[in-house]
């Protein structure tokens, strides 16, 4: 299929294990949308977007919330704490951003975490590492069918019916009541925005390789990150999606357990890891960090039809001498040039490196593709052409204006 220019709408995903900056560029591209929606996860999300003096992350709402006059949508494909979300919006208000009816929908089809799910997750979630915010046991109520929808949780009738004897009744009745003014059909208000040509951005949470069925199973969260989530999160057709933007840290990290082929230990590692300040936005753990490694990149670019990407924290590679990038595995004496989810094949796989020089200037306050180091460059192109997309976007810092846009063809 011909690649899509300046196309009305963009799904936003990230390319690897989470936290690779969707918020920022989620917020960045946002200043330019009508309609930002987000289509899987929960509150094991934390996206960080930094304006002005504030730093704000948010869990369930989508990025869009920071700019003002932009439609919020909350997908059917989310699990959704009504205790967060409330206090994600009460949070945002102190921080003197507005919500209401007219900046946010909720689907009613969206699937809601009760106090049993969280409890349920900490009490299993441990081998895997996760957020324990109740997401893999919400999602598996779902599956089950066993779920309670937010339509369901904001009817007092059927609410009371179903969980009227828990100790957490009156409480969750009292959050019902409050979100009830958000709650609509929200693949019609999709629907409708995307066939006005309306500005969207669907704005994934994890990333490819924490999706459910084409993440690092069973080291995965349990919802559709990937680009496909995108329809099935909202009630939108396939044929309704127009681009594709990855979100790509310039190096690899990791929050939680599983495989991690580039994962660096040592002293360099280290050092990633404080500049880049490697910290979870949920749970504050620290992320494992590791080298870029091409082969999840290709694979994140096949899975989600990746049409460019944003490349960031590229500003957290300044002063590293040598960077290595990864462009094949050793597996028992054989070479692999694709990426694989079989985890027995996965964690005997050993990187084989190509390495760059790196740069030494500071590059913080680059605005410009043409002003960034020649090394810095290198390392870029080097990338693209490993992955065979361009880069869009590259971040140099945290801030909404830290940003350099390389390439226009692809976005808003
Ligand atoms: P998300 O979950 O994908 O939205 O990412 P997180 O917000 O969990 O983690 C990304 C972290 O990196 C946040 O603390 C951001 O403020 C920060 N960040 C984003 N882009 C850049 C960048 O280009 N440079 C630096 N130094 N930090 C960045
Ligand atoms: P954002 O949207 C990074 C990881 C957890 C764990 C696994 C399963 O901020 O990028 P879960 O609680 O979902 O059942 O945990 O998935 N995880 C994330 N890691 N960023 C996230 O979201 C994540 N959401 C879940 O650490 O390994
Ligand atoms: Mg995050």
């Not at 779902?142 to 007092?156: C, M, N, S, T």
């Not at 609410?159 to 409050?178: L, S």
Request: glycine share 10%; proline share 4%.
């Amino acid at each position: 299929m011909p690649k899509q220019i300046n196309p009305s709408n963009i799904a936003i995903v990230g390319m690897e294990w989470g936290d690779e900056g969707k918020g920022k560029i989620v917020d960045f591209l946002a200043e330019k949308a009508d309609v930002v929606a987000r289509f899987n996860g929960g509150n094991n999300a934390g996206h960080t977007i930094e304006v002005d003096d504030k730093k704000i992350v948010l869990h369930l709402i989508p990025s869009g919330v920071m700019h003002k006059n932009k439609f919020n949508v909350v997908g059917n494909g989310l699990v959704v704490d009504p205790r967060v979300l409330l206090h994600e919006i009460e949070f945002l208000e102190k921080n003197k951003i507005k919500v209401s009816p007219d900046n946010l929908a909720i689907s009613e089809n969206a699937h809601v975490i009760l106090p049993h799910h969280i409890e349920e997750d900490k009490k299993v979630g441990g081998a895997i590492g996760t957020t324990a915010r109740g997401i893999g046991p919400a999602y598996t109520d779902k599956a089950a069918r066993i779920g309670l929808k937010v339509y369901e949780f904001v009817d007092d009738a059927i609410f009371r019916k179903r969980f009227g004897e828990e100790e957490f009744y009156q409480e969750y009745k009292e959050y019902a009541n409050e979100l009830k003014q958000y709650v609509g059909d929200t693949s019609a208000i999709m629907n409708n925005s995307i066939d006005r040509n309306k500005k969207v951005i669907f704005e994934g949470a994890q990333g490819t390789l924490l999706d459910i069925d084409h993440g690092t199973y069973p080291f995965v969260t349990s919802s559709n990150a990937t680009a496909g989530g995108v329809c099935t999160g909202l009630g939108i057709s396939p044929k309704k999606v127009q681009g594709v933007l990855g979100v790509c840290k310039a190096y690899k990290t990791r929050v939680g357990l599983g495989p991690f082929p580039t994962e660096i230990t040592g002293a360099v590692g280290e050092k990633i890891q404080k500049i880049g300040k490697e910290f979870g936005a949920t749970t504050g753990r620290q992320r494992r960090v590791g080298w870029f490694d091409a082969l999840i990149g290709k694979y994140a670019v096949m899975i989600n039809g990746i049409d460019s990407i944003a490349l960031t924290k590229l500003d957290v590679l300044t002063t590293v001498e040598k960077l290595k990038i990864c462009v094949a595995y050793k597996h028992k004496g054989s070479i692999i040039k694709n990426f694989t989810t079989n985890m027995k094949v996965l964690q005997n796989c050993q990187p084989v490196y190509e390495e760059l020089d790196g740069w030494w200037d500071d590059i913080t306050k680059v605005r410009t593709y043409d002003k960034l180091p020649n090394n810095a460059k290198k390392y870029l192109r080097r990338i693209e052409e490993l992955l065979g997309v361009p880069i869009s976007i590259v971040s140099v810092g945290p801030r909404r204006e830290q940003t350099i846009v390389a390439r226009n063809e692809f976005l808003f």
